[in-house]
Structures are given as structure tokens and as C-alpha cells.
């Protein structure tokens, strides 16, 4: 990806009210003072913090608050930039379980997690990766899905140095929790399932496995929406790539571009671009496009932090950040709406094509 000059940041606590900052910040404090051991699930819900009791305002329909506490878990040096495989890595799993029993999402066919196994890339060595998902059933079509994801893994600890990912990829992975519990209090009309990926800093490896051996039926999978590095520009710029593949898609993202909080772009999809700049293949939205379904990747550009030590929570843009996850609820809404048009317009997956 193509990286751009490097502005400094700031600590962006303007969009937050003192008290729910202080509120947010306890409740980071008392979940991290308890995890340590495995709970048991009986005395799990006892002790997973009430995020809920953070309002957020009226007029914001995601829970800001959450989202922002949400993230600074999964980024917290305790979690040792997950990278699959490690205690960090196993410690956000527990956090993620945790957070999908909590909220209440059902499991998916029956299965709260897909455990996988892979041969890394770079070291030809074994690895199991462990991906963790939960449904919100659709009210009129509960057999159309809706697949939407994020990776919670990350690069963990290098020459003694934490890569904490906020933006890669706490930001997507916190964003699928306030999502989920946005569309549990407003059911949608086709089913949403909710993946946690693991391992696509190894080469996409959840989503590989997911698709490989999906839930559900991948032709009736309408389309996949990834979300990869969404908490973090200073230019206020949202990229939504896809469309050079899926071009029914291009209405459905131009209406939401018209009235988002961000400003909403579309390309880094073609073949015709340069190396690096095609996003294609370059996070868990790769594999569904190989197997033929359609997919919208939203993420911004690489920024100084992108893979480095200083991809911190202090380093986001959390006024960015929420209205990025404002604009990915409002294409899931245009998708929950257009689901039928998309499924007529979607080539068959490659798995029905044999
Ligand atoms: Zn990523």
C-alpha cells in the first residue's frame, strides 16, 4: 500500500463527554484487572463489565463509548499484539467469547468458533488459528447471510517492542461488537453473521478457512463486508473498494457516500493499478472474492503507524473512527434493503459452478 507523509496526532478525547471517557476508562481498568484466568461462564457473567450502561447520545446510533473502550482492550499492552498462536493472542479470544455471549448473538450453525489449521507462510511451520462468530437472525429471509468481518489478530511482539494494532485491527474488530448490538435492538430483514477472523496477518488464513468450509451455504451468502484499519485518517477518508468487481455494487455505496459523516471513496480494486495499490487480495475480503462472492472492503490508506510499534490507541481518530463505523451501519441498512437485487446481480460462487 502506498504510504503517505507522516502529521503528528493527537489524543482526539474531544468527541468524548469527560464523564463517559472516565466511565470507559474503569471499565477498561476493571476488565483488565480480571482476565487473567479462564472464567467459567457462570462466573464470566457476573464479571464482564456492564459496557452497556455507557450511553452514548440520542443521536448517535452506535454506542460511541463502547466502541472506544472496545478498542483500547483489544490494543492494550496485555493483549500482546495477538498475534495468532501467542497468550495475547489467546487472552483477546477469551475477551471476544466473552463480549459475543454477552451481547447475545447466537451461534452459527450451531458453532460459536471454526478452529483451523495452516502452514505458515513464511516459516512452513503448523499453526492453528481459531476464528469466533455470532448471528443476529434475519426477520423476513433468515436463510440469506449477510457475512460481515474483521481480524483480531496482529503482528504480537518484535525485538521486545508490542505492535499494538489499534487500527490493524482492534478498529474492525471493536466495530463488529456495536454493530452487532446495533442490529439486535433493530433486527434486519436477512441474517448477519459476525466473524472475528484470526490469522490474516499470515496470509488471510480465517478467511480462507471460512470459506473453505463455510457455516453456511456460500450461494447464499449475499456478500461479504470486511473492515480492516477503519480508525485512523486525518483527512477524514474512508476507502470502500469492491465496486471494480461487483459494479451493481456502485449505486448502493454512492447513496451511502451522499450522506456520510466521511468522505466515502471508492477504487484501490483494479488490476490496472499499481503493485500494492489493488487491495484486492490484501486482507480477509480476498478469499471471498476468490470463491465468488461479492465483497466491500472498507479501510483507509496506510498511515505512519500502518505495521509499526506506534499503531496505538493514543494514535487514532476516534471522531474519524466513529463516524467510519456510522457509515459501515449505513451500508449494511442499503445491503439489508437491496439484499434480493445483489443476490439477482451476484455471479454463482465458484463452490456451485463444479
Ligand atoms: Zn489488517
Do not use: C
Not at 135 to 164: C, M, S, W
Not at 204 to 220: K, M, Y
Request: charged content about 20%; cysteine-free; proline content about 8%.
Amino acid at each position: 500500500m502506498k504510504r503517505s507523509p507522516a502529521p503528528s496526532h493527537s489524543i482526539g478525547n474531544q468527541l468524548l463527554r469527560p464523564a463517559a471517557m472516565a466511565s470507559g476508562v474503569i471499565l477498561l481498568l476493571v476488565w483488565l484487572a480480571w482476565v487473567p484466568p479462564a472464567p467459567s461462564a457462570a462466573e464470566a457473567a457476573h464479571k464482564v463489565p456492564a459496557l452497556d450502561t455507557v450511553t452514548a447520545p440520542a443521536a448517535e446510533r452506535i454506542a460511541a463509548d463502547e466502541l472506544l473502550v472496545s478498542l483500547s482492550v483489544l490494543a492494550h499492552d496485555s493483549m500482546e499484539g495477538r498475534r495468532t498462536g501467542t497468550e495475547g493472542n489467546e487472552r483477546a479470544q477469551r475477551y471476544l467469547l466473552e463480549r459475543f455471549d454477552g451481547l447475545g448473538l447466537a451461534p452459527v450453525a450451531g458453532q460459536r468458533t471454526q478452529a483451523f489449521g495452516f502452514v505458515g507462510r513464511r516459516d512452513q511451520q503448523e499453526h492453528e488459528g481459531l476464528n469466533i462468530m455470532g448471528k443476529v437472525e434475519g426477520t423476513t429471509h433468515p436463510d440469506r447471510y449477510v457475512v460481515i468481518t474483521a481480524h483480531y489478530d496482529h503482528l504480537g511482539v518484535r525485538d521486545d517492542q508490542i505492535f499494538n494494532g489499534a487500527d490493524d485491527n482492534a478498529s474492525g474488530t471493536a466495530a463488529l461488537l456495536v454493530l452487532a448490538d446495533y442490529f439486535l435492538e433493530h433486527p434486519p430483514a436477512s441474517t448477519l453473521i459476525f466473524v472475528a477472523m484470526d490469522a490474516e496477518e499470515m496470509g488471510l488464513q480465517g478467511a480462507r478457512a471460512f470459506v473453505t468450509d463455510p457455516p453456511v451455504p456460500l450461494e447464499q451468502v449475499v456478500m461479504n463486508v470486511n473492515l480492516d484499519m477503519i480508525s485512523r485518517s486525518d483527512v477524514d477518508e474512508l476507502y470502500a473498494a469492491g465496486t471494480y468487481h461487483s459494479p451493481f455494487l456502485t449505486p448502493l455505496v454512492e447513496e451511502v457516500a451522499d450522506g456520510a459523516p466521511v468522505n466515502l471513496l471508492m477504487g484501490h480494486d483494479s488490476p490496472d493499478l499499481p503493485p500494492g495499490d489493488d487491495w484486492t487480495m490484501a486482507s480477509d475480503h480476498g478469499p471471498f472474492h476468490e470463491a465468488g462472492v461479492p465483497f466491500i472492503y472498507f479501510g483507509v490508506e496506510d498511515h505512519p503507524g500502518y505495521h509499526h510499534p506506534s499503531d496505538t490507541f493514543e494514535n487514532i481518530t476516534p471522531e474519524f473512527y466513529v463516524n467510519a463505523v456510522e457509515t459501515v451501519l449505513d451500508f449494511l441498512l442499503v445491503v439489508d434493503r437491496e439484499a434480493e437485487t445483489i443476490l439477482e446481480a451476484r455471479p454463482q460462487p465458484a463452490s456451485t459452478r463444479l
